[in-house]
C-alpha cells in the first residue's frame, strides 16, 4: 500500500508516517518504481504496534527500543509510566482546583483573579508565617471562596496558622459548614478534628448543630467531646452523655462540668445529668480521681439538685471523696442560706 492509503486506513497522517520513516521506528519495506513509499502488511501491523505503544504514553524514542530490542522487558517502564501519569494527574488535579477557587470568587477583573493566586500561593507556602499572613494581610472587600479556606483548614497542622484560618472562614460569608462538613467524614483522625473544631466555632450558623450532632458517633473522643462542648453551649442536650464521659474521663472535665451547668438549668435535664454523674460514682471502674471530678461536676448544678448526693458522698468510704464532698456540702449550705 501506499503512504495515502495507509493513512486512511490506520488513521495515522502521512505528515508522521514519514516521520516514523525518518526515525527508522516504521520503513516501508519498498518502493515504486516512482520511488514511492510502498508499506507491506507487517508495515501496517508495526503501524499498529507503534500507535499502541504511543497510547500507553510511550515515546517514540522508548518505542523503538522496545520493538528493536528483544532483550527488553516492559515491567520497569510500565512501572515509570504509571508514576508519570500519577504525577502528572496530581498536577493537574491541583490545576482544576486553582481555577474551581478562582470560579468560584466571581472575579470581575484580572486584578481579582491574581489576589486569589496570590492568596493560594501563599496558603502552599512552606513557611507558617507565609501562611498566616497571606490570610491575615487579605484585603477587605476581596471575596475568598468559602471552598478554598476550609481546604485550608482542614490541612492546617500549625495552630497559630489554623486559628488565623477559622476566622477568615467564619467571616467568609460562604457556605462555610458545607465545606468543611466534608472532612467529618475523612479516614484522617486529624482531618476530623481540624473540622469539628471549625465548626464548632461557628456553631450559630445554620447546618452546623446537625453536624455537629453527627459528630457524637465520631470513634474518636477529642472530636466527640468537641462536638458535644459545642452543643451543649447551645443547649442540645444530646450532648449529655458525651459530656458526662468527659468527666469522668478527665478530657476538658472542667469545660465539660460547666457545660453540664448550663444545660442543667432546665429542671428536667439537670435531674437527667444528676443520674447520669451519680452512674458513673457507681461504676465499678471509677477510681478515686475520676469519683473526685464527678463530685466536682455535680458542684455546677443549680439548687440543692446535687445537695443530697454530695451529703451522701460526704460518708463515702474514699476519705479523700468524703472529704471533698464534706466542702461542697458546706459551699452549698452557704449558697443556699
Known sequence: MLIGEVARHSGVSTRMLRHYDALGLVRPTGRTVGGYREYSAEDVRTIFHVESLRSLGLSLKQIG?????????????????????????????????????????????????????????????????RRQQAV???????PVPAELLAQAVLSESDPHVAGALRWALARSGGDSVAALAAGMTSEDVGVRRRAVLAIAGMADTPGATAVLADALGDPDPAVRGQAALALGRRGVTAAVPTLVGMVAEGSHDVDAAEVLGTLSQDPGCADRIRTALVGQLAASTADSATRIRLTQALVELPGDTALAVLRQLAHDDDRVVALVASAFVGVLGKRSS
Open 136 to 142: 491575615l494581610a487579605r484585603p477587605e472587600g476581596v
Open 65 to 129: 527500543r522496545a520493538l528493536q530490542d528483544p532483550a527488553f522487558t516492559p515491567s520497569a517502564l510500565v512501572g515509570d509510566l504509571i508514576r508519570w501519569t500519577e504525577d502528572r494527574l496530581r498536577r493537574e488535579h491541583e490545576l482544576l482546583e486553582r481555577l474551581r477557587a478562582v470560579d468560584a470568587s466571581e472575579p470581575t477583573g484580572w486584578q481579582d483573579v491574581l489576589r486569589i493566586v496570590e492568596l493560594m500561593q501563599g496558603l502552599n507556602s512552606t513557611s507558617p508565617a
